[in-house]
C-alpha cells in the first residue's frame, strides 16, 4: 500500500526526534510544513532530461521526445568513427539524428507478483 504525504511526514518527523508525532510541537510542525513543501516541489519537477543537460547509457531503451513532440522508444547508439550518436528504434527499424531529439526519460523497471507484470514503484 502507498504511504500518503500526511504519514510520511509524520514518519520524517517522528525519524527526526526519535519519539512520537506531537502536532503541538513548534518544530514538528516545522518539519511537517517543510517536508509537505520538499513533496510539492518535486511533484512539479519533469522527469524529462533534456539532451544538452545528459545523454542515457548507450544501449538502455528510454523514451525520447522528438522536436515535433512525438514520443518514441529507443536506444541510444554512436558512430565508431565520430563522436555523433544516434537513437535506434528496434521496433520501426530507423535510425532517428540526435538533432531531431530534445529530452528523454528513462522506462521504469518491471517487477511480477507471479501473475502480472507492475512497475516498480521509486
Given amino acids: 500500500m502507498k504511504q500518503t504525504l500526511e504519514e510520511a511526514a ?4 517522528e525519524d527526526c ?18 517536508f509537505k513543501y520538499g513533496a510539492g516541489w518535486q511533484a ?12 542515457p ?7 525520447i521526445r522528438l522536436k515535433d513532440g512525438t514520443v518514441r522508444l529507443a536506444v541510444l547508439d ?3 568513427n565520430s563522436d555523433a550518436y544516434f537513437w535506434s528504434d528496434n521496433y520501426s527499424y530507423e535510425t532517428i539524428s540526435g538533432w531531431d531529439t530534445t529530452h528523454w526519460v528513462p522506462i521504469p523497471p518491471l517487477e511480477s507478483n507471479g501473475n502480472e507484470l507492475k512497475r516498480k514503484e521509486k
Avoid: C, F, H
Fill in 10 to 13: 509524520r514518519e520524517a518527523a
Fill in 17 to 34: 526526534y526519535e519519539m512520537p508525532y506531537d502536532e503541538k510541537l513548534i518544530n514538528m510542525k516545522l518539519i511537517k510544513e517543510s
Fill in 44 to 55: 512539479n519537477q519533469s522527469p524529462w532530461i533534456s539532451v544538452k543537460d545528459r545523454l
Fill in 57 to 63: 547509457e548507450l544501449g538502455d531503451p528510454v523514451l
Fill in 78 to 80: 554512436t558512430d565508431d
